[in-house]
């Protein structure tokens, strides 16, 4: 008798888009493991990430503005939410896995720092060999949860979070082996760029950094002058761009709107990422981890208990960067007060 995985495995070889990636058909776990009777694997995939630790975290982690006063500036948990909508969006109309998808959306930021940027930053330059927040996303999935582990996902979420990312760089990179393997992770790439150069863009209006009449007129004329129609307007693209090929290979722009998207992208870094305010904040948490990480290195025996009993094979070095990247805003500030800052009812 068929399971309900069966069932649902069947569905998709019936209704997804030939260039789908099938779940039946996945490259298989990092390590062995029975199926779910009821669950595709990718949607497995999906649900440990939505349960493991370092997403409840996102919550709690900055995308640009530092401890905000209003309450409706971006998070980075809802940044990766905002993504995978726009994701999930795109892979319907186009016949993809939604559940792949998903899970590549839900998880390619898990392993940013707290302090958004800037804390990837500090840690980049402090820790021997760099650090990358995708890289550390993976090794979060790998090796960090349950406990060291790891989520055990399938082969293509893992490519698909590893390959998200690429900051300053082409959206859509001319070397074959950045991109992800799966449409699927193409769409989360590209997904990521919608996503943040335009809410980065609502938030820095509301904030008062930049005004409406900042914004590069082509890209109030040429995207729409709400956040809604800008989303529009690049999701009608690209899924015209990809709908005219004659085999869907890659996920894409038009040469023109790629064109305004990293007009705008560059807008942002000049005007916003770089502006005094937010670069205030930035220095002020670039010395919060800095001097957390020393801490730690200098004081062996104050890094929380699990960190040395569950990952002895584990340089230190290595040990004491996951422990700070891990780390919430909120529980960065205060570790940092308890650390640094005397009590006052200690002071005579």
């Known amino acids: 008798m068929p399971t309900i995985r069966d069932i ?8 997804l888009a030939p260039y789908a990636t099938l779940s039946s058909q996945t490259k298989g776990r990092l390590h062995p493991e029975k199926e779910d009777d009821i669950r595709p694997a990718f949607q497995h995939d999906r649900d440990r990430i939505i349960h493991s630790k370092a997403f409840r975290r996102l919550k709690h982690k900055t995308q640009v503005f530092l401890s905000p006063a209003g309450d409706h500036y971006r998070t980075r948990l809802t940044h990766t939410l905002e993504v995978s909508q726009i994701a999930r969006t795109i892979a319907k109309a186009l016949g993809l896995n939604e559940d792949l998808t998903e899970a590549i959306a839900l ?15 500090v840690l980049d330059r402090i820790v021997s060999g760099g650090f990358r927040h995708y890289e550390q996303s993976l090794r979060v999935v790998d090796i960090l949860e349950r406990e ?43 997904a990521d760029v919608i996503a943040y150069v335009n ?10 950094i930049i005004h409406t009449e900042d914004v590069p007129k082509e890209i109030l004329e040429g995207l729409g002058t709400t956040h809604s129609r800008r989303i529009n307007t690049l999701v009608v693209d690209i899924l015209q761009t990809s709908l005219h090929q004659d085999t869907l290979t890659l996920i894409r ?9 990293l007009t705008l992208r560059q807008f942002l870094y000049d005007s916003v990422y770089t502006s005094p305010q937010v670069a205030a904040d930035f220095q002020k948490a670039s010395k919060i981890l800095e001097d957390l990480f020393s801490y730690f290195m200098e004081h062996r025996d104050s890094l929380p208990g699990n960190w040395k009993t569950h990952h002895d094979d584990v340089p230190y070095e290595r040990r004491v960067c996951d422990f700070v990247a891990g780390m919430t805003d909120q529980y960065a500030m205060q570790l940092y007060q308890e650390i640094f800052l005397p009590h006052p009812w200690m002071v005579y």
């Open 8 to 15: 649902l495995e069947e569905k998709e070889r019936e209704f």
């Open 107 to 121: 998880g390619h930021d898990l392993g940013h720092t707290p302090f958004g940027h800037a804390g990837e930053s």
């Open 253 to 261: 722009f038009s040469p023109e709107t790629e064109r305004l998207v």
């Open 148 to 190: 060291g582990k790891g989520l055990n996902l399938t082969f293509e979420v893992r490519d698909g979070i590893l390959k998200h990312s690429k900051g300053l760089g082409d959206i859509i990179p001319s070397e074959k082996e950045q991109l992800p393997l799966t449409l699927e992770g193409h769409i989360v790439r590209i």
């Open 199 to 208: 809410h980065d863009l609502d938030d820095a209006l509301r904030s008062g």
